[in-house]
């Protein structure tokens, strides 16, 4: 098993920042990836972004050129760092991690954007 705890989340005004951290604990050692996801009311829930171990990135076209998602492998820890936020941006954030067989999702952490 895999446990993720997120943080981070908060009201922001339109063109504000603000940065995202999911730390895993457990079996760690078996994730291959990590990422995030968000969920606005009344949609389904979409990728944001995600990192595998080795570094390469995959961005949701909506965020590339805003966000940055990042990983610190020592700390088993993904960062989502969000710039020039829109009020489309207003939703739960989800941390995922992936390894071969499951894949396993936080708590979640609201983003408010709004003036």
């Known amino acids: ?19 995202l951290s999911c730390a895993a604990s457990g079996n760690v050692f078996k994730i291959h990836s990590m990422g995030w996801y968000r969920q606005a009311a009344g949609n389904e829930r979409e990728l944001v972004a995600t990192i595998t171990r080795g ?14 998602i990042s990983r610190d492998n020592a700390k088993i820890t993904v960062y989502l760092q969000m710039n020039n936020l829109e009020p489309e941006d207003t939703a739960v954030y989800y941390c995922n991690a992936r390894d071969y067989e499951y894949q396993y999702w936080g708590q979640g952490t609201q983003v408010t954007v709004s003036s």
Do not use: H, M
């Open 1 to 19: 098993q895999v446990q993720l705890v997120e943080s981070g989340g908060g009201l922001v005004q339109p063109g504000g920042s603000l940065r």
């Open 55 to 68: 570094g390469s990135t995959n961005y949701a076209d909506s965020v590339k050129g805003r966000f940055t």
